[in-house]
């Protein structure tokens, strides 16, 4: 019995705290140096006897990869818990949170950006300021990094070095809306003469890069008139684009749950198509898109309850596609993009998506089927 137990724990050198199935499982193999007789009798016999006196050995053993699986599971966890905090605006949450990460993954550009936002949320300027100048370096993050930098230097009172910033997240390609004299950051810059260039320049990017195909980057700021619609020229003839859309229409889930009556109709004295939400939950809306003839892309703004968004875009095969701002209760307004395809069992599908890290990821707001109820 000694010699068994030499095996185990002498001979091939394993500590008590070392016993592991996995080890075990390799003595296991090497059975013929026991004594003659029936050799799995006496690995048995060794294996318990060890496991009596090393009673730690059975705790250990499982939890050897499990504490691997812990580990990632942790990561994990702490990794969800900072984009939670932060889509939340728990800032002094966020901030701690992002700080680990970076510790440690000082790759991670979006981590960077995220920490400058929270820090400059909370005041921390000159720690904001270090975050955005590290998130900058990384070509991915470098335009918004480069926009919320300026926007930091900007209340610190550095205007010029915040315009100059300013200016380099427009040159990496920085087309968000809302216009940059509506930021409150930049209050103290909208009587400076390179800072007015540089909206009228945001502006003409925005609708640069839409005319261009590029909806889903480049965000239109609209022009709006006191009524809340363009004053832009209108084209009457586009409105049969949307012919498809015009009619009642019954708004469900994925599941085919109702959500809610949707109303859409032309106005032909407005040259618009109208649409007017009834949510069950008694969320309401209106919303009225037109076809801007000089950018070639459709306009939309909306106004609800529990949300508002502006948005430019064009037909692509069967769906329209723009993108935008959308503010959710209040909120500041986020890039977002919008889609209405035409289904071939006649059903219309509707998502939108909107980013919160400068348009580096994109999470799904909501998916909804509009059902025709009634033609008009």
């Not at 002498?10 to 003595?27: E, M, P, Q, V």
Request: charged content about 25%.
């Amino acid at each position: 019995m000694s010699y068994a137990l030499n095996c185990v724990t002498g001979s091939a050198g394993i500590r008590s705290s070392d016993i592991t199935f996995r080890r075990l499982k390799w003595l296991a193999g090497r059975h013929s140096v026991l004594p003659s007789g029936t050799p799995w009798a006496s690995w048995l016999i060794a294996s318990v006897t060890a496991l009596l006196v090393f009673p730690g050995a059975v705790s250990h053993a499982q939890q050897e990869h499990p504490r691997i699986k812990s580990s990632q599971e942790a990561v994990a966890l702490r990794d969800q818990e900072a984009h939670d905090a932060f889509e939340t605006g728990d800032w002094e949450t966020a901030s701690k949170l992002y700080r680990t990460v970076v510790d440690e993954n000082p790759d991670s550009g979006l981590a960077w950006v995220r920490l400058g936002h929270a820090l400059h949320k909370l005041g921390k300027i000159d720690e904001a300021l270090f975050a955005h100048e590290k998130a900058s370096a990384f070509p991915n993050a470098r335009r918004t990094a480069l926009y919320n930098w300026a926007c930091t230097l900007s209340i610190k009172g550095e205007h010029e070095l915040a315009i100059d910033k300013l200016s380099a997240a427009l040159d990496a390609g920085f087309a968000r809306p809302p216009s940059l004299d509506e930021k409150e950051d930049f209050a103290p810059l909208r009587e400076n003469d390179r800072f007015k260039k540089l909206v009228q320049r945001h502006k003409e990017v925005i609708l640069a890069n839409s005319s261009n195909g590029g909806v889903s980057r480049g965000a239109m700021s609209t022009d709006r008139g006191s009524t809340g619609t363009s004053t832009r020229v209108i084209d009457t003839k586009s409105l049969e684009q949307l012919a498809f859309w015009v009619g009642t229409w019954k708004v469900t889930d994925a599941a085919g749950a109702e959500l809610a009556t949707c109303v859409v109709s032309r106005d032909d004295e407005k040259h618009v198509i109208v649409q007017m939400w009834t949510g069950l939950d008694g969320s309401t809306g209106t919303g009225e898109s037109l076809f801007d003839p000089g950018s070639s892309l459709w306009i939309q703004n909306y106004k609800g309850s529990d949300k508002n968004y502006n948005l430019a875009g064009a037909m692509s095969g069967k769906s329209l596609e723009m993108s935008g701002s959308v503010s959710l209760n209040d909120k500041k307004g986020d890039p977002c993009q919008w889609k209405l395809s035409q289904l071939d069992d006649g059903r219309l599908q509707q998502t939108m998506k909107a980013s919160t890290d400068g348009e580096e990821t994109w999470e799904t707001l909501f998916e909804i089927f509009y059902v025709p109820a009634k033609k008009q």
